[in-house]
């Protein structure tokens, strides 16, 4: 049986405006306040330095540029300022979260670090905080770690955070997808030395683009500021003593932020329900959603996902940037799931695609908790462990359409398209 395509595309994640959002900007160009300085600026820099429990916050062109100025800042504090065309962070190891968007990894690259990265673990699909401890071991001189919290589920981060205290290395939190998500009842983005969010126009909430820098150091953030706005030092000339960046934030970026402030909590309700209805929907079938430790963390939910069964996984094999299956009564698999979401005129997307498997990083070490490289086949395969969680994720899972505007109807549509897949 074929089902009817929704005439109005189901998105994954698409921006989703409320009117206060044209308040704050009409009001920035009326008043002339159009450039990087401003009221929505200092505005969002407060409330979300609040929202979230840190003490200061610096608004940026996006969560790319947060993240870059959150290594440089801890890449300088760590081995001092580098010389005038080399990196903060030239030939050495950072520890990264594996499977998560590129642009966690790309800015210590910016930096001249040399990412390894660190495995994945089921039950939050972060990384993994025995792997970590193994990376030490390999890595001991290495002193910064940048952590994700993929899809909105906070990570083991009472784990990373004790490792990091033990081995003197620094954390940055990457809570670009995790906005309003909390652990232990503290707010993703508190646990970092330093913390980056996003608001990209597909996060949970948007600015269309931006994002910000978080941290308890008044000069820290100070820096980043001066950093971001060219490094230009206080004379009435152009004076400059660092390497600057055009990196700051809009003061009309900045009032569509304001505006969706207060939807918040409100886009996450959206978000979860979404979630649940899936789960709900999906009882007695061979996948499960993405998972979290309902204990001790409260995700934003901000993507759902879905994991088949490795049982009922038809097989597939990937070729020139295509992926092919070979359907098999009972059995799914992501690429087909896919199209028959797509069939019905509904987004999903792979899980993103773990770092250690990009050409582009295809030299980067990769840690798995039982060891690294070569080593990894022999330790592993002694004490049974996989050693390679981000692949199989990978494999059998896919982001499914999340967006909040979707309706509980659309949502049993697209529940029913994903039964037939079996
Ligand atoms: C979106 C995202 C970023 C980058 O944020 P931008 O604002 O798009 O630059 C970084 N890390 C993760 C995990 C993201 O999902």
Known sequence: MSIKPFEKRIWLSSPTMHGEEQKYTDEAIKTNWVSTVGENINEVEKRIAAKIGRKFAAGLSCGTAALHMAVKLCGEKLYGRPAPGHGALEGKKVFCSDMTFAATVNPVVYEGGEPVFIDTEYETWNMNPAALSKAFELYPETRLVVLAHLYGTPAKIDGIVKICKEHGALLIEDAAESLGASYKGAQTGTFGDVSAISFNGNKIITGSSGGMLLTDLREDCEKVKKWSTQSREAAPWYQHEELGYNYRMSNIIAGVVRGQIPYLEEHIAQKKAIYERYKKGFSGL????????????????????????????????????????????GKTCPAHILDALSAINAEGRPIWKPMHLQPIYSRAPFVAACGSGREITDACVEKSVFYDVGADIFKRGLCLPSDNKMTPEEQSVIIEAIKECF
Do not use: V
Request: with cysteine; net charge neutral; hydrophobic share 35%.
């Open 286 to 329: 061979p996948l499960s959603m993405n998972p979290f430790d309902a204990e001790i963390s409260e995700p934003n939910f901000w993507l759902s996902c879905a994991i088949i069964d490795k049982n009922a996984l038809c097989r597939t094999e990937t070729y020139a940037l295509k992926t092919r299956y070979t359907k098999e009564k």
